[in-house]
């Protein structure tokens, strides 16, 4: 599978991005598609997780309430919609799929949010 992420840029704090996640190849309802983020100097974390199928999702505590995962079945698309920015989301953001629970082994090119104060 191949996945291409877009949508980073320069925010202001408190504004909002949506970051898009196309992939190509075979997928299964049970698979999974990952938002990962790797701020400058640090280790790369998970964001957000979600089933392809959509049921199943997670959000790390640090985004909890303000960024959502959700996908677009038909189109293969995974979405991040990311509100209520801070500095510290500051990081190029990377997805990943999970294919037959054989761990995050497909990534993207990753794309750069920059939420300026």
């Known amino acids: 599978v191949q996945l291409q992420a877009f949508g980073g840029g320069l925010v202001q704090a408190g504004g909002s991005l949506r970051l898009s996640c196309a992939a190509s190849?075979?997928?299964?309802?049970?698979?999974?598609m990952a938002w990962f983020r790797q701020a400058p100097g640090k280790e790369r974390e998970l964001a957000a997780y979600?089933?392809?199928?959509?049921?199943?999702?997670y959000s790390a505590d640090s985004v909890k309430g303000r960024f959502t995962i959700s996908r677009d079945i038909a189109k293969k698309i995974v979405y991040l919609q990311m509100n209520s920015l801070k500095p510290e989301d500051t990081a190029v953001y990377y997805c990943?799929?999970?294919?037959?629970?054989?761990?995050?082994?497909?990534w993207g090119q990753g794309t750069l949010v920059t939420v300026s104060s």
């Open positions: 979600i089933r392809w199928d959509g049921g199943r999702t």
């Open positions: 990943a799929a999970n294919l037959d629970n054989l761990g995050y082994r497909y």
């Open positions: 190849g075979r997928t299964s309802s049970r698979d999974y």
